[in-house]
């Protein structure tokens, strides 16, 4: 099967909302919808937040990705900019950690509030036990 290639864009975070504002405002971008957002974990070069951006005016499509520090993962909220990325963000902090400063409700959303660490780290190591229920470790376990 080929592989479907996106064109992309790598930033540095520090300028987020002002670029994602341009992104959606510009005319000749209006990237009037933001797909997806999602976290990669790379290990020892940090974790990424990619970013899918659809334009329906000009029918073209772009992915923005991001790198921030594994041990202060911090990037700027855009859930103000695309409502639709409220739950995105979440769900990245929720897997990954990654602190969206200035989300107006950054909290989890897949797990349980006191649930420990972030699942889909490479270096995640699963708890024990959660409220006294024995966590497996191994997948056939669960299934």
Not at 131 to 139: A, L, Y
Request: net charge negative; proline share 4%; glycine share 6%.
């Amino acid at each position: 099967m080929e592989e479907l290639l996106t064109d992309y864009i790598s930033l540095k975070g520090d300028k987020w909302f002002e670029i994602a504002s341009f992104l959606r405002d510009e005319p000749n971008w209006a990237f009037d919808s933001l797909q997806c957002i999602t976290g990669v974990d790379l290990g020892e070069d940090g974790i990424d937040v990619r970013y899918n951006f659809h334009s329906m005016t000009h029918l073209h499509k772009i992915e923005i990705r991001i790198s921030v520090d594994r041990d202060k993962p911090k990037i700027p909220s855009i859930e103000q900019i695309w409502r639709i990325g409220d739950w995105f963000e979440r769900e990245v902090y929720d897997m990954y950690g990654v602190i969206f400063d200035g989300h107006r409700d950054l909290r989890r959303i897949l797990l349980p509030d006191d649930w420990e660490g972030w699942p889909l780290r490479k270096d995640y190591e699963t708890q024990e036990t959660f409220h006294g229920i024995v966590v497996p470790k191994v997948k056939e376990e669960w299934e």
